[in-house]
T-cell receptor, first 110, second 120 residues
């Protein structure tokens, strides 16, 4: 079974708008990571936030983590056509497993 | 620095056959994980290898087995293929680090491009 659950399952926005995706999980974690996947290819790591961190930035990406609610969000600002992809959250657990959610399919409209 | 590579890119097998998928980890990484990704789903953790030993396993039957070699490359073997084994198989490498007495390999995963397996 998959631990992370992304919300929404699919998202379509206009180019230039901000995109927000959420992730919820069930058990204690070492870290939470976000990945991007284009057209069924290999996943690309975007950002990692550790369990003792609350917010992290990388370029146009902003990730928040609320361990009390067991949730995280990924914000992509000023979206571009190249941001069209599937986005997955993955939880790094203390048993050395990384568990992925089902992903959010993001479509940036021209 | 060489990234993670996988072979073959695509593979077609028939039900009941056996398959071996290969992965070369990124330079300097000593941990390899394998994932199965069905169409429209997220990657499902199969197992992880560290220092040539299995270091964690997901909910996959024993017919899914693996190997890690001294150069940290890895193989995934699947016996008695079933139609539901059709999927994208992803390999990922990462460094195993120790911090505060706790050893973890749950940091950033570097993925290969995957092997698309079709079982007919």
């Amino acid at each position: 079974s998959q631990q992370g659950e992304e919300d929404p399952q699919a998202l379509s926005i206009q180019e230039g708008e901000n995109a927000t995706m959420n992730c919820s999980y069930k058990t204690s974690i070492n870290n939470l990571q976000w990945y991007r996947q284009n057209s069924g290819r290999g996943l690309v790591h975007l950002i990692l936030i550790r369990s003792n961190e609350r917010e992290k930035h990388s370029g146009r990406l902003r990730v928040t983590l609320d361990t009390s609610k067991k949730s995280s969000s990924l914000l992509i600002t000023a979206s571009r056509a190249a941001d069209t992809a599937s986005y997955f959250c993955a939880t790094g657990r203390r048993d050395d497993k990384i568990i992925f959610g089902k992903g959010t399919r993001l479509h940036i409209l021209p | 620095e060489t990234g993670v590579t996988q072979s073959p890119t695509h593979l077609i097998k028939t039900r009941g056959q056996q398959v071996t998928l290969r992965c070369s980890s990124q330079s300097g990484h000593n941990t390899v994980s394998w994932y199965q990704q069905a169409l429209g789903q997220g990657p499902q953790f199969i197992f992880q290898y560290y220092r040539e030993e299995e270091n964690g396993r997901g909910n996959f039957p024993p017919r899914f087995s693996g190997l890690q070699f001294p150069n940290y490359s890895s193989e995934l073997n699947v016996n008695a293929l079933e139609l539901d084994d059709s999927a994208l198989y992803l390999c990922a490498s990462s460094p195993k680090r120790t911090s505060g007495g706790y050893s973890s390999s749950t940091d950033t995963q570097y993925f290969g491009p995957g092997t698309r397996l079709t079982v007919l």
